[in-house]
């Protein structure tokens, strides 16, 4: 499988706080990668330093072909959601986007049906300081993609977000995956990762504690299997896969879950703190 | 490169002409001017000699395009447009150079309308007149392209424009009574133009401390540039 993204031993440093230490992976073409990690774990710091935006201390880094040191020459092939992904206020939405458009020699027709897929075209007027939250991510949503890059990079794209417009960012991005487009997704929201993830690497303290797929991981750490067992008077009763077979009356029992630990769950046995921390 | 500059003019005049703010100190000079042809009229005073030009056009210059550069320049950092832009593709030639160009097309507005508000007996048709203030303006449009790449916030880009203006703005006007400013304007980057309006010609000691002025300050700029490439942004 081709790699977009290689990160060898990446290391930095702010003045003497170490935020990244000695990441190690690699972001294959194509997949929805995950890096997930609580806040201040050094998920953004990463993806300033892939794009170019900080330098680093140590490690070698391949995106694309090229170094960060030398982003601009791929710049017109990545798309950028971040806390960096600035707009003009006192611009609309529409003149906004269509000073990228410029920039990148797209037309109007993919800028409108962008626009529709996203639910912004009947308020594609709107002046961005006066747009919602969920406006403007949807908005710097469709900047970072307007030019069909090979990779896009989202940082908790859906952070605040209500779940309907939740829902459709989901959507567009496993349109993205679908047609080519490799994802890297750093987010604090476990069932967002599970959702749509090939790839995960669990980050803590800016270091990589664990990395596989969400299967692969949930598997692994589901050496205690359990059952829910869901009576028919209401209550709940977690148990050992094993001590299944002892229960005496089934006809009390409504319904029965396997009980396969949460990303949240396997993050806490890894570190002791939550994800969304 | 073409498309790029293209669509950082396109989005220059938008700035410029979206933003209530901005829109009104382009159009301020000239309310200036008119106001100032007022109260001359009220002394019965004519505006047509150049005097009251050599006050009003760098005056203008440095409220019309010094201050919506350094405006605009803050905004986009402190706003985090210009990483935006950055991450687009974009290079800081191209950045700095479309401000320049929409700049520049609103000096000429400046220099040709505020002659004839005043009825001045200069015009932009007098080559020496056009060839002094044009140069004028690039240097303006310089110190504030400067000033705006150190003003990390609109906060500190309003306080770095205040002594652009008062320089730009007042420096001429003092020269007229006090003779060390007189020397000041003679050797700064306004020489050229106080020289046409001291006496409505050009001459080449002026011209090249002008053009002196401008490669000093096209180094400030290229300088500051290299420190944020190594600091802020590795582009």
């Given at each position: 499988?081709?790699?977009?993204?290689?990160?060898?031993?990446?290391?930095?440093?702010?003045?003497?706080?170490?935020?990244?230490?000695?990441?190690?992976?690699?972001?294959?073409?194509?997949?929805?990668?995950?890096?997930?990690?609580?806040?201040?774990?050094?998920?953004?710091?990463?993806?300033?330093?892939?794009?170019?935006?900080?330098?680093?201390?140590?490690?070698?880094?391949?995106?694309?072909?090229?170094?960060?040191?030398?982003?601009?020459?791929?710049?017109?092939?990545?798309?950028?959601?971040?806390?960096?992904?600035?707009?003009?206020?006192?611009?609309?939405?529409?003149?906004?986007?269509?000073?990228?458009?410029?920039?990148?020699?797209?037309?109007?027709?993919?800028?409108?049906?962008?626009?529709?897929?996203?639910?912004?075209?009947?308020?594609?007027?709107?002046?961005?300081?006066?747009?919602?939250?969920?406006?403007?991510?949807?908005?710097?949503?469709?900047?970072?993609?307007?030019?069909?890059?090979?990779?896009?990079?989202?940082?908790?794209?859906?952070?605040?977000?209500?779940?309907?417009?939740?829902?459709?960012?989901?959507?567009?991005?496993?349109?993205?995956?679908?047609?080519?487009?490799?994802?890297?997704?750093?987010?604090?929201?476990?069932?967002?990762?599970?959702?749509?993830?090939?790839?995960?690497?669990?980050?803590?303290?800016?270091?990589?504690?664990?990395?596989?797929?969400?299967?692969?991981?949930?598997?692994?750490?589901?050496?205690?299997?359990?059952?829910?067992?869901?009576?028919?008077?209401?209550?709940?009763?977690?148990?050992?896969?094993?001590?299944?077979?002892?229960?005496?009356?089934?006809?009390?029992?409504?319904?029965?879950?396997?009980?396969?630990?949460?990303?949240?769950?396997?993050?806490?046995?890894?570190?002791?703190?939550?994800?969304?921390? | 490169?073409?498309?790029?500059?293209?669509?950082?003019?396109?989005?220059?005049?938008?700035?410029?002409?979206?933003?209530?703010?901005?829109?009104?100190?382009?159009?301020?000079?000239?309310?200036?001017?008119?106001?100032?042809?007022?109260?001359?009229?009220?002394?019965?005073?004519?505006?047509?000699?150049?005097?009251?030009?050599?006050?009003?056009?760098?005056?203008?210059?440095?409220?019309?395009?010094?201050?919506?550069?350094?405006?605009?320049?803050?905004?986009?950092?402190?706003?985090?447009?210009?990483?935006?832009?950055?991450?687009?593709?974009?290079?800081?030639?191209?950045?700095?150079?479309?401000?320049?160009?929409?700049?520049?097309?609103?000096?000429?507005?400046?220099?040709?309308?505020?002659?004839?508000?005043?009825?001045?007996?200069?015009?932009?048709?007098?080559?020496?007149?056009?060839?002094?203030?044009?140069?004028?303006?690039?240097?303006?449009?310089?110190?504030?392209?400067?000033?705006?790449?150190?003003a990390k916030t609109q906060v500190m880009g309003q306080v770095i424009s205040l002594p652009v203006v008062f320089i730009t703005s007042f420096l001429p006007m003092l020269a007229t009574i006090n003779n060390t400013c007189k020397v000041i304007v003679n050797y700064s980057f306004m020489s050229l133009f106080y020289k046409y309006i001291q006496s409505l010609s050009n001459d080449l000691k002026s011209l090249a401390i002008v053009l002196l002025w401008i490669v000093l300050l096209i180094t400030i700029n290229y300088l500051i540039v290299q420190i944020y490439r190594k600091e802020f942004l590795k582009l």
């Amino acid at each position: 499988m081709k790699e977009t993204i290689k990160v060898n031993n990446l290391t930095k440093k702010f003045n003497n706080n170490l935020a990244l230490n000695n990441l190690t992976f690699v972001v294959h073409t194509g997949e929805i990668f995950g890096f997930l990690g609580p806040s201040g774990a050094g998920k953004t710091t990463t993806i300033k330093i892939l794009t170019g935006q900080l330098s680093h201390d140590g490690g070698d880094i391949t995106i694309l072909g090229q170094t960060p040191n030398t982003f601009q020459k791929i710049a017109n092939q990545v798309g950028v959601v971040s806390d960096t992904s600035g707009f003009y206020e006192k611009l609309s939405i529409y003149d906004n986007l269509f000073a990228y458009c410029k920039l990148f020699s797209v037309t109007r027709t993919r800028l409108n049906t962008l626009l529709k897929q996203v639910n912004l075209y009947n308020q594609r007027k709107t002046i961005v300081e006066k747009a919602s939250t969920g406006m403007k991510q949807r908005f710097l949503l469709v900047r970072a993609i307007i030019h069909q890059p090979k990779l896009l990079f989202l940082d908790e794209p859906t952070s605040g977000l209500d779940p309907t417009t939740t829902k459709k960012i989901h959507e567009l991005l496993t349109n993205l995956k679908k047609s080519g487009t490799t994802i890297f997704l750093t987010t604090h929201n476990m069932y967002e990762a599970t959702l749509l993830c090939d790839h995960l690497v669990l980050l803590n303290n800016g270091k990589v504690v664990e990395q596989g797929t969400p299967k692969n991981l949930i598997t692994k750490y589901n050496s205690e299997k359990k059952v829910t067992l869901t009576y028919k008077n209401g209550t709940n009763e977690i148990i050992p896969f094993i001590k299944l077979k002892t229960v005496d009356d089934f006809s009390k029992i409504e319904t029965i879950h396997s009980c396969e630990p949460s990303l949240n769950d396997i993050f806490v046995t890894l570190t002791g703190g939550e994800l969304n921390d | 490169m073409i498309k790029r500059m293209s669509a950082l003019i396109w989005l220059r005049f938008k700035l410029f002409t979206v933003n209530k703010a901005i829109l009104f100190e382009i159009i301020s000079p000239f309310i200036f001017t008119y106001f100032y042809k007022y109260l001359y009229s009220l002394q019965n005073i004519s505006t047509q000699n150049s005097e009251l030009l050599g006050f009003l056009i760098p005056f203008s210059l440095s409220i019309g395009i010094g201050i919506p550069i350094i405006a605009i320049l803050s905004e986009e950092r402190e706003k985090n447009s210009f990483s935006a832009l950055m991450l687009s593709g974009v290079r800081y030639f191209e950045y700095l150079v479309s401000l320049i160009i929409v700049s520049l097309f609103f000096s000429l507005f400046i220099i040709t309308i505020i002659p004839l508000i005043l009825n001045s007996k200069v015009s932009i048709l007098n080559f020496n007149y056009f060839f002094s203030s044009i140069f004028m303006a690039i240097s303006v449009c310089l110190i504030s392209l400067i000033a705006g790449l150190l003003a990390k916030t609109q906060v500190m880009g309003q306080v770095i424009s205040l002594p652009v203006v008062f320089i730009t703005s007042f420096l001429p006007m003092l020269a007229t009574i006090n003779n060390t400013c007189k020397v000041i304007v003679n050797y700064s980057f306004m020489s050229l133009f106080y020289k046409y309006i001291q006496s409505l010609s050009n001459d080449l000691k002026s011209l090249a401390i002008v053009l002196l002025w401008i490669v000093l300050l096209i180094t400030i700029n290229y300088l500051i540039v290299q420190i944020y490439r190594k600091e802020f942004l590795k582009l």
